[in-house]
Each structure stands twice: as C-alpha cells, then as structure tokens.
C-alpha cells in the first residue's frame, strides 16, 4: 500500500483507505460529526418525493381518463382497465430493479439517482399527453423500468448516516415516499381537467384543454428536473478504493462497510471474519428475505388499497361510494399527507427508539383492520359528518401505512453490509414492485366485482373489498412472528 495512493488517516484503531475515496469521506465525516447530516437528509427527502410524486397522482383522474379513451364498454368495466394502467408502472420496476441495484453498487449511488430523476420527468410528461389505453400503459411501463431510485436511495439514507440515527434516515425515506403517494394523488384530483374546473384560467382549445391530464404530470416531471440539478450536490457513498502496485496505479473498486472500522493490523481474512456476511448470497440471508416478503405482502396491501380509495370515493353512492370529485379526493389526500409529516418527522423516531422496528410494524397492522372495517359505514353518511370522519379515516390509514413501511426499511438495511446494499434493496423492489403491479391489477377488478354484487346478503358491496384487504393486512401481521421473520445479526449492524 503507497502512500501516495492511499493516506492512513489514524483514528484510535480506525483508519481511512483513501483519501480521494468518497466513501470515505462520508465515514470520516460521520466520525467528526455526532449529529445528524441535515443537509444531506433533505436532499434525500426531495428525491425520494420526486420518485413518489407519479406513483399514484393518476389515481384520482384514472376513473375520468379510462373513462375517455373510450375502451370500457359498461361502467363496471372501467376499474378493470384502471387497474392494468396502475400495475404497469410495477411491472416495469420490478423487472429492472435488481439491475439498478447493481448498477448502483458498481458504479455508485448517485449516477443511478440522476438518471432516475430525468427518466421521471420524460416519461411522466409522456403519460399527461397520452391519447390511447395503449400510450397510457406504455408510458406507465417505461416510467417503472428506468426510475430506479427507491432501491440505492434506501441505501444511500442508511449510509450517511450514524447508526444511532438510521431511524431517522429511514423515516425520511418513508416519509417523503409516503408523503409522495399522498400529495401526488392530491395533485392529480386538483389540476387534472383544468379546463372543466378553472375555465376562466384555461380553455378547451388551450394545450391543457386538449390534453386534460397532462398539468398535474407536467409539475411533477419540473419538479423532478429540478431534484436532477440538486443531484449534482449529492455526495457519493460508496467506496472507491485506488491502489498502487510496483508505482503504477490500478483503479478497483473496493466497497467496504460504511462504518466498519479496519484494523491497522488487520488482513481480508481478518475483515472476513469480521463481516461474515460479506460474500454470503443474499437470497441465502433469511434475516434479509425474511423481511422483505413480509415488506412485499404489506405493499400489496397499501398499493390494492390506493387504487380502490380513489376509486371508491368518486363511485355514484348507488354503488357505494362517496361520489366524490376529483378535487374532493385530492383534499382529503392533502390534509392526509400534512398529518403524514408532522407524524414521521416529529414522533416516529421516538417510537421506533421506544418500541423497537419490529414491534411498531405490529402495531401499525393491528389498528389498520378494524380502521378499514369502517370505511363502508362511513359512506353512509354524509355533511360535514363525512367529511371528518373520511379526514380523519384517511389521515390514520396513512400514518400506520408509512410506520409499518419504515420498521421494515429498518430491517432491511440492517441485515447486509454496505457493499450488498444496492443489490439487497434492488432484489426489495423487485418482490416488491411485484406485488404492487398486482395490487393494482386484483383491487380494480375485486372493486369492479364487488359494484356488481350490492344487494348480496353476505359482504354486500365495498363491504367486500375492506374485507379482502383486511385478510391481507392480517397474513402481514402474522408474518412479523417468529419463526418466520427474523431479527438481523447485531454483529453486522456494527460492521455496516
């Protein structure tokens, strides 16, 4: 090892390979500094929220676009076509994830996090101009494969920060993406069709009177451009290490976990012993996998139930629903997302620290099933009554959504060191994005069937749908006990 390629910097029995390594750099940076990285945290939060923006802020106009393209033959029909438009965007993820997540532990975190960011502002705008089912699904299915954000955004926010604060990190994670899936929809419900809703601004014959659904998704993507420039401040976290040989240099890639310190006297097969699980297949890591499945069941939930709420809340009361406009949807999404926040930013890390990842993941399940078991009597009313309640309905169904999300986050990065990070979070959002395209998928068909089925004795109506969702919600919570979900290894936590 020269010193001209690689400066020791001492630090009782920790030292620094390089430093020109950006790796590095974060974990001297994080042992000189005991507080939380707030600046980098908020470039976290605005990438993860642009990742999250497009998810679901068609739901609340999906209903008037099918609707428009003129492919449902009878009313019923539209939530079956709603549905593939809302699975292609996790189709598209789930089959490049994984790639991206190796990209990402290769190349590094932020190249795969700008190319994310522009991909949203194309193929988001591309979904507003949409004149087909087909286009609509195209778009959709483009978007999911080449945003690969989420996965090394996961890792990125465990990496930068101590570990004492990786609560916080991962509550930033869960938070901006929560906060996205709800502002998103609420962005949707109030600019889609702006030349019905606001004539006096835009007109029929304008661009966004011809194209009804495109202002929503156009600020979504500017939004998305400017978190590209904010990329260009982002510091890198993982680890390039340059190493000399007989005076000449040889470049190699060398990823070590972000906090594990390296003894002077150390060896690799000293750092092996240390990070056992440094070589370790990941599928072949139950502590990872075993959190991950349970993650997947959970997001198949939060995905069915996104789609079948908008859905349900602009259905005719005949069939059940609220007949909301999409405006009213995107107001009970808004007063949801503030809630959202304050809760994640202010209470959630005190929560986690008092209860424990695992624990607040089975809490949040247990009160989501008799909250979702009400939303069909709260339809029946109506006033200001309904308004509060479907607020307040909202608000909580949100809140315990992103708490599960974040316990699992949590479990999930403390089960691998850094160098499997990117790929553990991309293998992640493969089974996740999985379920998801599902989600959509079965909650558009299970609403359009339960619309067909209102004077059933048994499970009349929406009854129905918040029943099949509470059934998933409980298999989620079963799967948080032993011996199906396993706690990750303290010793790796330490080394990563």
């Not at 996998?289 to 997001?299: A, E, G, T």
């Amino acid at each position: 090892m020269s010193e001209n390629s690689e400066v020791l910097l001492k630090q009782g029995e920790r030292f620094y390979h390089d430093e020109n390594c950006p790796g590095c750099k974060i974990d001297k940076l994080k042992d000189s500094n005991h507080g939380l990285p707030f600046k980098h945290l908020f470039y976290v939060f605005l990438i993860v929220l642009s990742a999250a923006l497009p998810i679901s802020a068609l739901f609340p106009f999906l209903y008037f676009m099918i609707r428009d393209f003129h492919i449902a033959k009878r009313e019923e029909d539209i939530g079956y076509y709603a549905g593939y438009v809302g699975s292609a965007f996790m189709l598209g993820r789930a089959l490049t994830s994984v790639l991206w997540g190796v990209i990402a532990d290769r190349y590094g975190r932020r190249p795969v996090i700008m190319f994310g960011t522009i991909a949203v502002a194309i193929f988001n705008t591309l979904f507003g101009l949409s004149t087909s089912f087909w286009m609509a699904v195209s778009m959709r299915f483009l978007l999911g494969s080449f945003c690969g954000l989420l996965g090394p955004m996961r890792a990125y926010a465990s990496e930068i920060c101590r570990k004492e604060y990786q609560s916080v990190g991962m509550s930033i994670i869960s938070t901006s993406w929560g906060i996205g899936l709800v502002i998103g929809p609420s962005l949707g419900g109030f600019l889609a069709q702006p030349a019905e809703k606001y004539p006096n601004i835009f007109s029929k014959e304008s661009l966004f009177g011809r194209f009804p659904y495109l202002l929503p998704c156009l600020l979504i993507s500017i939004f998305a451009l400017g978190t590209t420039v904010v990329c260009f401040w982002i510091p890198e976290t993982l680890h390039f290490h340059t190493r000399s040989d007989e005076g000449s240099e040889d470049s190699c890639n060398v990823t070590v976990p972000s906090t594990c310190g390296v003894d002077m006297k150390g060896s690799s097969q000293q750092y092996e012993e240390k990070c056992p699980n440094s070589q370790q297949s990941l599928l072949k890591n139950w502590p990872l996998m075993s959190s991950i499945i349970v993650y997947c069941v959970f997001q198949l939930h939060d995905m069915a139930y996104t789609e079948i709420f908008s859905l349900w809340a602009v259905s005719p009361r005949k069939n059940g629903g609220l007949s909301y406009s999409s405006t009213e949807v995107g107001e009970v999404l808004a007063i949801s997302g503030l809630g959202l926040l304050l809760f994640q930013l202010l209470l959630y890390p005190l929560v986690e620290r008092t209860f424990g990842p695992v624990m607040v993941s089975r809490i949040g399940a247990v009160l989501t099933i008799p909250l979702l078991s009400s939303y069909p009597f709260i339809a029946m009313l109506s006033g200001l009554t309904l308004t509060l309640l479907i607020n307040c309905a909202s608000l909580l169904k949100n809140v315990l959504s992103v708490t599960i999300t974040t316990g699992l986050f949590l479990l999930q990065n403390r089960a691998v060191a850094q160098n499997k990070r990117g790929a553990a979070n991309g293998i992640s959002m493969t089974a996740m994005s999985l379920s998801k395209a599902f989600g959509p998928a079965g909650g558009g068909s299970l609403f359009s069937w339960a619309q067909t089925r209102q004077n059933e004795k048994f499970l009349p109506g929406d009854q129905l749908v918040f029943f099949v969702l509470n059934i998933i919600e409980a298999v989620g919570l079963l799967m948080t006990f032993r011996p199906f979900l396993a706690l990750p290894d303290d010793n790796i936590q330490q080394l990563s």
